[in-house]
């Protein structure tokens, strides 16, 4: 039987890596995902990640962005296309994760308002009762904004912020980003080594050393 693929959706929120990262570490473990930018999202990629996208209708920069590995692991479907797979509940899929999730995408995911691709997908997932998880990225949080995840919540989505952990001693921006990974995929319990779990209460070498 073929597997069935994540849905993956980045969207305009700070921290593009994040989902680039996800992608990448999927496509190593031969996950299929059906994937989908959001405009906004193609302005962030290019201020943070230096990728620039001409045109999202035109998938020829996914390798820049993603790898050429990884991108024999996608489908690519225009933020748009409402004739696209994943914009039916009857397409099966092993659930979505929107990463980096923006406020303004949840927000419209929590009061059902589809107006893109992407919302649609969330929408299916929801209503389907696949498992759908959200990266949101921003800070500080008004109670609009938590009081639509909470929303979210309520309804069995899975809220991962994008917060760092520094127990495990990380001191790289690689090692943080792979800790928000890591808890992403914790949620469809894929195993990884992305970030070493808590086995108890010790200070990491590196941190003795900076006199922590």
Known sequence: MKQKPFVIAMTGASGSVYGVRL???LA???YRMMLTISEAA??????ELGVEICDLKN??????????QAV??????Y??????PIA???FPTQGMIIVPASTACFSRVANGISNSLIERAAECTIKESHKLVIVPRETPLSEIHLENLLKLVRVGVRVVPAMPAFYSGCHSVEEMVDFVVGKVLDQFEIEHMLYPRWTGSQ???RFQEKGF
């Open 28 to 30: 190593e473990r031969n």
């Open 23 to 25: 992608v990448r570490v």
């Open 79 to 84: 933020c748009h296309d409402l004739k696209a």
């Open 59 to 68: 998938p020829e920069f996914l390798v820049a962005l993603f790898g050429a």
């Open 42 to 47: 193609k302005t962030v990629i290019g201020e």
């Open 72 to 77: 024999s692991q996608l489908e690519y479907f």
């Open 203 to 205: 200070t990491p070498d």
């Open 88 to 90: 039916s509940g009857s």
